[in-house]
């Protein structure tokens, strides 16, 4: 499903292996049915961040010089979060939350530059505009009050781009003020990359037949990070009925067996990450999690990278 335009794209995967900066739910709308945040500022400051940022097999320095070529942006210093939040399934209604320096008044002035960029004015916002290979978003910059911060809204569609401006001058109401929110918000200590998704998956993605655990799953959150150099990824479905989370869980364990099995005759790092995850049940929730060591990690992924 394609979420962001073209250009936004590039920059969140661009920006992802990147410095702590918790999730502000007083900057997302109060109706978010979808929430992703990217916490870049505390992600380089993990161990295997930095290991697989030493080592040139993994090509992520490359990339980060690259990319200030291109945009003007050190990533590892100037990015402090990227939050992603949507009202509905349609793409183009979601936004984009970029917290960064006063290093992206230069970046817009590189887009000033280009052919597609213009100016527009909706509702009594001056919007940037910039069209790429067929495709425009529109921003609006925030300054920060006391500090050379900045925060970059960005979106597809001028109404939820207005939206979302709303709600970070405090004219619209926010997740924060939201008692009954549609999403979870309980990303973890540590915590580098959380997605809630308060839609039905089956409603939310285009899954084969044969995938009816789809159907079966009301809800989902994902939460990865680091903590003292331990790697962890947590994954919470929840159903709305028991009978439906035991299905779930079977489908999940089956996975998990036929993946080791595979496994079997591959390297042994995969096997090894195949053991390490756990799957538990709760009344309508299942959870799978995985915990491995940053440098028992980096050295298996050094390994499949070489196999």
Same mark, same amino acid.
């Given at each position: 499903?394609? $979420?962001?335009?073209?250009?936004?794209?590039? #920059? #969140?995967?661009?920006?992802?292996?990147?410095?702590?900066?918790? !999730? @502000?739910?007083?900057?997302?709308?109060?109706?978010?049915?979808?929430?992703?945040?990217?916490?870049?500022?505390?992600?380089?400051?993990?161990?295997?961040?930095?290991?697989?940022? &030493?080592?040139?097999?993994?090509?992520i320095d490359e990339g980060l010089i690259e990319f200030q070529r291109e945009i003007g942006l050190d990533l590892t210093r100037d990015v402090r979060?990227?939050? =992603?939040? %949507?009202?509905? !399934?349609?793409?183009?209604?979601?936004? /984009?939350? $970029?917290?960064?320096?006063?290093?992206?008044?230069?970046? =817009?002035?590189?887009?000033?530059?280009?052919?597609?960029?213009?100016?527009?004015?909706?509702? %009594?916002?001056?919007?940037?505009? #910039?069209?790429?290979? +067929?495709?425009?978003?529109? /921003?609006?910059?925030?300054?920060?009050?006391? %500090?050379?911060?900045?925060?970059f809204v960005i979106s597809e569609r001028t109404d939820a781009l207005v939206k979302g401006i709303r709600v970070v001058d405090g004219s619209r109401?926010?997740?924060?003020?939201?008692?009954?929110?549609?999403?979870?918000?309980?990303?973890?200590?540590?915590?580098?990359?959380?997605?809630?998704? +308060?839609? *039905?998956?089956?409603?939310?993605?285009?899954?084969?037949?044969?995938?009816?655990?789809?159907?079966?799953?009301?809800?989902?959150?994902?939460?990865?990070?680091?903590?003292?150099?331990?790697?962890?990824?947590?994954?919470?479905?929840?159903?709305?009925?028991?009978?439906? *989370? $035991?299905?779930?869980?079977?489908?999940?364990?089956? %996975? $998990?067996?036929?993946?080791?099995?595979?496994?079997? +005759?591959?390297?042994? &790092?995969?096997? @090894?990450?195949?053991?390490? #995850?756990?799957?538990?049940?709760?009344?309508?929730?299942?959870?799978?999690?995985?915990?491995? +060591?940053?440098?028992?990690?980096?050295?298996?992924?050094?390994?499949?990278?070489?196999?």
């Open positions: 499903m394609k $979420i962001l335009p073209a250009a936004l794209t590039a #920059l #969140l995967v661009a920006a992802a292996p990147l410095r702590a900066d918790v !999730l @502000d739910t007083s900057l997302v709308a109060a109706e978010a049915r979808l929430l992703i945040h990217a916490d870049v500022e505390r992600l380089v400051d993990t161990t295997l961040f930095k290991l697989m940022a &030493a080592d040139p097999e993994f090509e979060s990227i939050t =992603i939040y %949507g009202t509905s !399934l349609e793409d183009e209604s979601f936004v /984009g939350l $970029i917290k960064t320096s006063s290093k992206l008044d230069t970046s =817009i002035q590189r887009l000033q530059q280009e052919d597609g960029y213009r100016s527009v004015d909706v509702d %009594g916002y001056t919007l940037h505009s #910039l069209n790429e290979g +067929g495709e425009t978003w529109y /921003g609006y910059v925030f300054h920060e009050k006391d %500090g050379d911060g900045r925060l109401r926010n997740l924060a003020e939201e008692p009954e929110p549609a999403v979870q918000l309980s990303p973890s200590y540590g915590s580098v990359f959380y997605l809630s998704v +308060g839609i *039905s998956v089956a409603n939310m993605m285009d899954f084969e037949p044969a995938s009816e655990v789809s159907k079966l799953v009301k809800s989902f959150t994902l939460d990865l990070g680091e903590e003292r150099e331990t790697v962890y990824a947590g994954l919470t479905l929840e159903s709305t009925e028991h009978e439906d *989370s $035991i299905k779930v869980q079977q489908v999940i364990q089956g %996975g $998990i067996a036929l993946l080791s099995l595979i496994s079997s +005759g591959e390297a042994n &790092a995969f096997q @090894d990450f195949a053991n390490a #995850l756990q799957v538990e049940r709760t009344g309508t929730l299942v959870t799978v999690s995985f915990r491995y +060591g940053a440098r028992a990690l980096y050295e298996g992924l050094r390994e499949l990278a070489d196999h």
